[in-house]
Nanobody, 123 residues
Framework: QVQLVESGGGLVQAGGSLRLSCAAS????????MGWFRQAPGKEREFVAT????????GSADSVKGRFTISRDNARNTLYLQMNSLKPEDTAVYYC????????????????WGQGTQVTVSS
């Protein structure tokens, strides 16, 4: 079956960096656009970044532009999110998703989801 497994979360001080990974199995990874979403306590899940099947194009939320970079390695079936200059408001559970669409910011268009990884940024 399809599995998306996130890793790399943890506790970091404001201004620090983390790199999240999402390892995919059970699907042809290169046929899916991918995305990262996050959910903070008491809030709805929100879009963070997305990337096309080939990795040739990306998009990100205004709140993370210039700080977060999404990338993928189709040979390794892995999606990444490099997070720099982290802020306390970035604290959330981060989820990766796979979509049949070319790329999308809309949560309901993602077909598969991982279980999430916690990122906590202390001030």
């Amino acid at each position: 079956q399809v599995q998306l497994v996130e890793s790399g979360g943890g506790l970091v001080q404001a201004g620090g960096s983390l790199r999240l990974s999402c390892a995919a199995s059970g699907l042809t990874f290169s046929r899916y656009a991918m995305g990262w979403f996050r959910q903070a306590p008491g809030k709805e899940r929100e879009f963070v970044a997305t990337i096309t099947r080939s990795g040739s194009a990306t998009g990100s939320a205004d709140s993370v532009k210039g700080r977060f970079t999404i990338s993928r390695d189709n040979a390794r079936n892995t999606l990444y999110l490099q997070m720099n200059s982290l802020k306390p408001e970035d604290t959330a559970v981060y989820y990766c998703g796979a979509t049949d669409y070319s790329w999308t910011t809309e949560e309901n268009k993602y077909k598969y989801w991982g279980q999430g990884t916690q990122v906590t940024v202390s001030s």
